[in-house]
């Protein structure tokens, strides 16, 4: 019997996952101990690739039946991270990448050419990133003092709905019938996305 994609995806992970639990400026987050100008930084690089990840996502809805079946609106939502770049006096279009981030764009950019669903094995890791994050924001908060509504709004941003909208991705992910090649092109992209945020929290840190 065939594994189901999720528990596929959620296996072959759970090492990166935990490490990228582990690294530094993942723990600086989750404690709220975290220095603002960094964190603007990182809300900069959010932003930047979840807007690249949106663009392909919406791009490739029309034709590819595996993204139009899994993805909805509030995947493609960029308003929190906007409201929260704001608060710290950035606008979206002026967030520069980081070389981690713009290695990651770049991969998400061919991926979208030549392996399309394989996009939603990146979407698969931002989206596992909403269980627990509304206790990250709760932690950012009283650490850098922000207001409940701006600052730090991106982590808790499905509200009382995460648990519901977690559930229908898993589902709706689980209903595909995705060949070895895609199935093995999901892990890949979901594991190149954890790397990809642990190399962010070392150049963050290494800025001055």
Same mark, same amino acid.
């Given at each position: 019997?065939?594994?189901?994609?999720?528990?596929?995806?959620?296996?072959?992970?759970?090492?990166?996952?935990?490490?990228?639990?582990?690294?530094? &400026?993942?723990?600086?987050?989750?404690?709220?101990?975290?220095?603002?100008?960094?964190?603007?930084?990182?809300?900069?690089?959010?932003?930047?690739?979840?807007?690249?990840?949106?663009?392909?996502? %919406?791009?490739? +809805?029309?034709?590819?039946?595996?993204?139009?079946?899994?993805?909805?609106?509030?995947?493609?939502?960029?308003?929190?991270?906007?409201?929260?770049?704001?608060? &710290?006096?950035?606008?979206?279009?002026?967030?520069?990448?980081?070389?981690?981030?713009? +290695?990651?764009?770049?991969?998400?950019?061919?991926?979208?050419? %030549?392996?399309?669903?394989? =996009?939603?094995?990146?979407?698969?890791?931002?989206?596992?990133?909403?269980?627990?994050?509304? &206790?990250?924001?709760?932690?950012?908060?009283?650490?850098?003092? =922000?207001?409940?509504?701006?600052?730090?709004?991106? &982590?808790?941003?499905?509200?009382?709905?995460?648990?519901?909208?977690?559930?229908?991705?898993?589902?709706?992910?689980?209903?595909?019938?995705?060949?070895?090649?895609?199935?093995?092109?999901?892990?890949?992209?979901?594991?190149?996305?954890?790397?990809?945020?642990?190399?962010?929290?070392?150049?963050?840190?290494?800025? %001055?």
């Amino acid at each position: 019997m065939t594994t189901p994609v999720m528990e596929l995806l959620r296996d072959s992970t759970a090492e990166l996952h935990t490490s990228a639990e582990a690294n530094e &400026f993942q723990h600086q987050l989750g404690s709220g101990k975290v220095d603002k100008k960094h964190f603007s930084r990182y809300l900069e690089q959010l932003y930047l690739m979840h807007k690249r990840l949106a663009d392909l996502l %919406n791009e490739s +809805k029309p034709a590819n039946h595996a993204v139009n079946h899994v993805v909805k609106d509030y995947h493609l939502d960029l308003s929190c991270l906007s409201k929260d770049l704001a608060y &710290f006096g950035q606008k979206p279009d002026g967030a520069s990448p980081l070389k981690a981030t713009a +290695k990651l764009m770049e991969s998400m950019k061919s991926t979208a050419q %030549n392996d399309t669903a394989a =996009l939603l094995g990146y979407l698969y890791v931002l989206e596992g990133s909403t269980n627990g994050a509304k &206790f990250m924001a709760k932690a950012l908060r009283a650490g850098l003092e =922000l207001p409940e509504d701006a600052g730090a709004s991106y &982590f808790d941003r499905y509200g009382d709905a995460q648990r519901e909208r977690w559930t229908a991705f898993k589902t709706a992910m689980n209903e595909l019938d995705f060949s070895e090649k895609e199935r093995d092109s999901l892990v890949t992209r979901a594991k190149e996305i954890f790397h990809s945020f642990g190399e962010i929290g070392t150049e963050l840190l290494s800025e %001055n």
